[in-house]
């Protein structure tokens, strides 16, 4: 019952400060560390036993590197390839370099400062995504390079964990060091070998494809975690690599498989209730009674985590010449520490102790706090920005900077933005395009971005991005445009239209809903809150009336039907 009672508690508690944490706009992460500290053996109250949590956390760490390798596109590092990687490797050196002078003042060893450096380096995969996600920054130039540095961090890392073994295990007590390394190096080798084996000639394909055919839903689960498992001990066992490492191959094989989709919106799930389990078995290490003793390491690991971290960041991304705004953007976003960060240091200071368990303490209070205030702050960052710059602590507005990796496709012409790529942006900008007027197109849905590239239109243009997002708007020439149609009765009008004027108050805006309930009420809303801009809102439900109606007078042979009808429509919409 042991087994039991710790996982009904356990997940029990970190569902309720789970849920707390997402209520409060922050990440569930650090409910779940919380929990954690709740249910530890150094708290008062309710107790789980620590080392069954640990067993299932060893299950939770290869699932979640599972996770992280279907997740890993090495197209996202390849398109922002110049910052992430120049970028993360700056970060990592720079962060790692510091943290072991700092440390050393505490009388660490300089491995010791270095391996615990280069744990605090890297920032949480999880809590970016999410964050990114959030604020709707994902799909942005911002969010791909935030997200390809972290790509690249994980790579890092993966290169750490695999390496720790090799220089604090075995060869550690090994005299021939030489014979060890090579041995080792070249067990790996086999490992991945072996990998690129079963991924080329499609062996994961086949077993999912015999088991998609012939199996329920829980057996193609099943399935999937048995392969993630499987070829995790495999490497650890046969191949003398981490556990972690073969997770993470597992998962990219996996995630470059004919069933990626399907095991990510039924298989995913799983690993995420254990990585659960990983966070709640890190909180439970947390001890109050220590932070006294460790308060230094605290204050070195908030100064490296809060100030060096997105410097570093900021500066590298502007030494590139991208925009200011892209640089604090992104060195807000990597100002905090998660999963690979405990990761690391449980292996550094538990398995091998390289560095004192108190380190790991002073961490998990360190990432509580960083996760919450990244979320935060990246929350109202753009309003903090737009005090600053009124404040004159930019030379310029940073909000007209246009990024780099989006290219300015219309510049100095007059032509028209529509939002949306669905039946009713096509009708206009077909009758616009026979006009000789120039069309530009924001649309979210890569595949209709393609779609509108493969017609080779010179006056069809598309940007991929989301419209609510300036430099997206910046990039389809807001500044220089005509009119914004916001075609798609689904897209955040609101949010547009305020980042549209903002950029362009002389910009005139055309916006389609449904119903002539919904235009009434749009603008109405928008007339006392925007009452400067050009806003012409119009309905399915009041366009088909007029269609109709002019149907009807031209039955009837009125040749001044235009007037009437626009009259009639006009008492409509003002009802």
Not at 219 to 234: E, H, N, P, Y
Request: proline residues 2%; contains cysteine.
């Amino acid at each position: 019952m042991e087994l039991l009672s710790t996982l009904a508690i356990g997940l029990a508690i970190a569902l309720v400060f789970g849920v707390v944490a997402q209520k409060i706009k922050i990440s569930p992460i650090v409910g779940y560390l919380i929990a954690g500290i709740i249910v530890s053996p150094n708290s008062p109250g309710i107790s789980a036993d620590y080392n069954v949590v640990k067993e299932c956390a060893e299950v939770g760490i290869i699932l979640l590197m599972f996770s992280v390798g279907m997740h890993f596109k090495l197209s996202d590092l390849i398109a922002v390839k110049k910052i992430a990687i120049c970028g993360a490797i700056s970060q990592i050196a720079v962060s790692t370099l510091i943290s072991a002078v700092l440390v050393k003042f505490l009388g660490w060893s300089w491995t010791a400062g270095i391996v615990f450096g280069i744990s605090i380096s890297v920032a949480s995969t999880v809590v970016l995504t999410r964050v990114l996600s959030d604020n709707k920054t994902l799909n942005t130039p911002t969010g791909h390079t935030a997200v390809g540095w972290l790509v690249m961090e994980d790579i890092f890392t993966i290169l750490v964990l695999v390496l720790l073994p090799i220089f604090f295990g075995e060869i550690g007590n090994n005299s021939n060091i030489g014979f060890v390394l090579l041995k080792t190096v070249g067990k790996l080798i086999l490992f991945i070998g072996l990998v690129g084996i079963i991924w080329k000639f499609n062996i994961i394909d086949k077993i999912l494809m015999l088991i998609a055919t012939n199996g329920t839903r829980e057996l193609f689960i099943l399935s999937t975690i048995v392969i993630a498992m499987g070829i995790a001990i495999c490497a650890s066992e046969m191949f003398g690599a981490s556990i972690a490492l073969g997770a993470f191959l597992a998962g990219m094989v996996v995630g470059k498989s004919n069933f990626s989709l399907r095991v990510t919106s039924e298989a995913i799930s799983i690993t995420d209730i254990f990585a659960v389990l990983f966070f709640v078995s890190v909180g439970m290490l947390f001890n109050f009674a220590k932070i006294s003793t460790s308060w230094e390491l605290i204050i070195i690991l908030f100064f490296i985590v809060l100030i060096v971290k997105p410097l570093v960041a900021i500066l590298v991304v502007k030494y590139l010449k991208e925009p200011t705004k892209k640089a604090i953007y992104i060195g807000v976003a990597l100002g905090q520490i998660g999963e690979f960060s405990f990761l690391l240091a449980s292996i550094a200071s538990i398995k091998y102790n390289i560095f004192p368990q108190q380190a790991y303490n002073a961490m998990i209070l360190v990432s509580i706090v960083t996760i919450t205030l990244n979320t935060v702050i990246y929350h109202f960052l753009d309003d903090i920005l737009k005090f600053l710059t009124k404040k004159g602590f930019f030379k310029t507005n940073i909000n007209y900077e246009i990024d780099t990796q989006m290219e300015n496709i219309v510049k100095d012409t007059r032509h028209v933005i529509i939002v949306g790529y669905g039946p009713v942006g096509k009708v206009i900008s077909n009758i616009l395009i026979k006009s000789k007027i120039i069309v530009v197109f924001i649309e979210s849905n890569i595949e209709n971005v393609n779609k509108i590239k493969d017609k080779n239109i010179e006056e069809l243009k598309v940007v991929y991005g989301d419209a609510t997002m300036k430099e997206v708007l910046l990039a389809s020439g807001i500044l220089t445009s005509e009119a914004l149609i916001i075609s798609s009765t689904f897209a955040p009008a609101e949010e547009i239209i305020e980042a549209a004027t903002e950029l362009n108050s002389k910009i005139k805006i055309l916006m389609n809903t449904s119903y002539i309930k919904q235009a009434k009420i749009f603008r109405k809303k928008n007339n006392e809150n925007l009452k400067d801009i050009d806003l012409r809102v119009h309905s399915g439900e009041g366009s088909a009336a007029l269609t109709l109606a002019k149907e009807v007078f031209d039955i009837f042979n009125l040749n001044n039907f235009k007037e009437e009808v626009n009259n009639i429509y006009n008492e409509i919409i003002s009802m």
